[in-house]
Antibody, heavy 117, light 110 residues
Framework: QVQLVQSGAEVKKPGTSVKVSCKASGYTFSGYYIHWVRQAPGQGLEWMGWISPNSGGTNFAQKFLGRVTMTRDTSISTAYMELSRLRSDDTAVYYC??????????WGQGTLVTVSS | QSALTQPASVSGSPGQSITISCTGT?????????VSWYQQHPGKAPTLMIYDVSNRPSGISNRFSGSKSGNTASLTISGLQPEDEADYYCSSYTSSSTLVFGGGTKLTVL
């Protein structure tokens, strides 16, 4: 069965970076895009971007351009999302999700990133 | 890219049907048959309920159905059950190959 397992919770100081991993299993990793979505406390879902595990190609939401990097390591079926220059309003649960059709279909369990001085 | 527009809340009694709307533009909802709907219970990851406007993933109840007309997509839940109480989000692919979500709708089962 498709499974995405994300790395554990992080506490970061403002101005630093965080890198979240997403290990996939149960399917051919290179065959399906991975999306990253975040959700601030009490707020809705916010799309950050996607990565093609096959080509490494990416596309990001305008809001995150210049601050987000998405990479993958096909040898270990793992995708990564790194967000830099963290601010307090980046505090959120970050999800990775494999597509089903064109949309995020299979979701990881989420990674809480807390940004606090 | 602006978020898609959903009602903040809807409610219904057990056994009734409700519909949640999701309004975008010709650059997203109106221009692509890639609208999806998600259910999210508190503290849990979202679950895909409908994809590509009207398709249900395996394991999703046929009480959930989706449709689209012009720039507005809709999710209908028939035979409401207490466990349907949750937040619901729509999403759509855009002409820029990005994704956009709706603001979310809180469904209360009275």
């Amino acid at each position: 069965q498709v499974q995405l397992v994300q790395s554990g919770a992080e506490v970061k100081k403002p101005g630093t970076s965080v890198k979240v991993s997403c290990k996939a299993s149960g399917y051919t990793f290179s065959g399906y895009y991975i999306h990253w979505v975040r959700q601030a406390p009490g707020q809705g879902l916010e799309w950050m971007g996607w990565i093609s595990p096959n080509s490494g190609g990416t596309n990001f939401a305008q809001k995150f351009l210049g601050r987000v990097t998405m990479t993958r390591d096909t040898s270990i079926s793992t995708a990564y999302m790194e967000l830099s220059r963290l601010r307090s309003d980046d505090t959120a649960v970050y999800y990775c999700a494999r597509v089903h059709g064109y949309s995020p279909g299979y979701w990881g369990q989420g990674t809480l990133v807390t940004v606090s001085s | 890219q602006s978020a898609l527009t959903q009602p903040a809340s809807v409610s219904g009694s057990p056994g009734q049907s409700i519909t949640i709307s999701c309004t975008g533009t010709s650059s997203d909802v109106g221009g692509h048959d890639s609208v999806s709907w998600y259910q999210q219970h508190p503290g849990k990851a979202p679950t895909l309920m409908i994809y590509d406007v009207s398709n249900r993933p395996s394991g999703i109840s046929n009480r959930f159905s989706g449709s689209k007309s012009g720039n507005t997509a809709s999710l209908t839940i028939s035979g409401l059950q207490p466990e349907d109480e949750a937040d619901y989000y729509c999403s759509s692919y855009t002409s820029s190959s990005t994704l956009v979500f709706g603001g979310g709708t809180k469904l209360t089962v009275l």
